[in-house]
């Protein structure tokens, strides 16, 4: 694969990112919190946070497809985020544990079949 083609990945290659902080004073309320949770977890996503959520695309366009179930799943109370970056984006993300940079980000493996 030439440079070229890497640099090209790095900007199809989606991530979805999930942000919510839902309420759960009620038993219904705690019952559609798991929902989404649980939701997402069969959607693909992996917990990057407590409410945060992330899920990698081989494309934007099957980015999008998570971008809409995940909208369809929504529930009826709290404050829900969708954001999708580039896999170059998440790429310059810096995460700390305390005051010391974590190493490098283990990135889901992909296979591309031309």
């Given amino acids: ?12 290659i989606m991530w979805t990112l999930v942000m919510y902080d839902l309420p759960t004073e009620t ?7 798991a929902k989404f949770r649980k939701d997402l977890i069969g959607d693909g996503f992996s917990m990057f946070q407590f409410s945060m959520y992330v899920r ?3 494309s934007s366009e099957n980015a999008e497809v998570h971008k ?3 909208k369809g799943k929504l529930p ?4 829900v985020g969708i954001l999708q970056i580039t896999d170059k984006q998440f790429a310059q993300m810096e ?3 305390g005051a010391k940079l974590q ?12």
């Fill in 95 to 97: 995460i700390y544990y």
């Fill in 68 to 70: 809409r179930r995940t």
């Fill in 27 to 33: 038993a219904k309320q705690r019952k559609a919190a």
């Fill in 76 to 79: 009826e109370d709290g404050k």
């Fill in 1 to 12: 694969m030439s440079i070229h083609s890497e640099r090209l990945n790095a900007y199809r």
């Fill in 103 to 114: 190493e490098g980000i283990e990135v889901p493996q992909q296979l591309e079949l031309f």
């Fill in 56 to 58: 990698h695309s081989a």
